[in-house]
């Protein structure tokens, strides 16, 4: 199995500047947070940017496009090393969720050598997954599965030793397998990636190369 597929599209030094500034206020206190679902209501601004055609036009290369959940940006700002909650990603529409096979992810901020580790036993749809309920910085609420466990620590004892872990991933972009559970081991850096999720395995994205 394919957990991620590295590639070398990064963003030009304006469009990287306009992601920063869009942003820059988030960095100005201790912040984290892997999901933000109001995020897409932001697409038109995006699109509109010059970052948002480079990203688009990269990823035309690979027959995929942003068309199933927008772009958006996972932000953190923390002072202290942390590994970040496992979970399996999912896309929040209209009261319902969706599977996320795959994210193309571009890093703006932070340091590629944090590990990125995935567990191939606990799927989407796994049965041992637990109802929760989660808000999103805006305070929104919603419903997610989670991994067994009470917090991030717990998660990670259930699960157990990896699959596999790689550093230097995000260097600067690769897509990535976000079905099965996974985390990243973040270091103490202000940390922006921009992130596209998609409808395709990794398997069906890089199968173009072939
Ligand atoms: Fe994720």
């Known amino acids: 199995m394919n957990f991620f597929h590295k590639t070398n599209f990064d963003f030009s030094t304006k469009a990287k500047n306009w992601i920063l500034d869009r942003y820059q206020d988030k960095f100005n206190r201790k912040f984290y947070h892997d999901l933000d679902i109001t995020q897409y209501?932001?697409?038109?601004?995006?699109?509109?940017s010059l970052a948002g055609k480079e990203l688009i036009e990269f990823l035309s290369k690979y027959n995929c496009d942003t068309n199933y959940y927008g772009i958006s940006a996972f932000i953190s700002n923390m002072p202290y090393d942390i590994k970040s909650n496992p979970h399996i990603d999912t896309k929040f529409k209209q009261g319902n969720s969706y599977r996320i096979k795959t994210r193309f992810n571009v890093m703006v901020l932070g340091n590629p050598q944090d590990p990125m580790v995935w567990w191939d036993h606990i799927e989407y749809g796994n049965s041992k997954l637990t109802e929760?309920?989660?808000?999103?910085?805006?305070?929104?609420?919603?419903?997610?599965?989670?991994?067994?466990?009470?917090?991030?620590?717990?998660?990670?004892?259930?699960?157990?030793?990896?699959?596999?872990?790689?550093s230097n991933l995000l260097t600067p972009s690769a897509f990535v397998k976000t079905d099965c559970a996974h985390a990243v081991i973040l270091s103490s850096v202000p940390r922006l990636i921009v992130t596209v999720a998609l409808d395709k395995t990794l398997s069906e994205i890089t199968k173009i190369l072939d």
């Open 41 to 48: 209501d932001s697409q038109v601004e995006w699109h509109n």
């Open 132 to 166: 929760s309920k989660f808000h999103s910085i805006t305070g929104q609420e919603y419903c997610s599965k989670s991994i067994p466990g009470n917090d991030p620590i717990s998660r990670w004892d259930y699960l157990g030793t990896p699959t596999i872990q790689t």
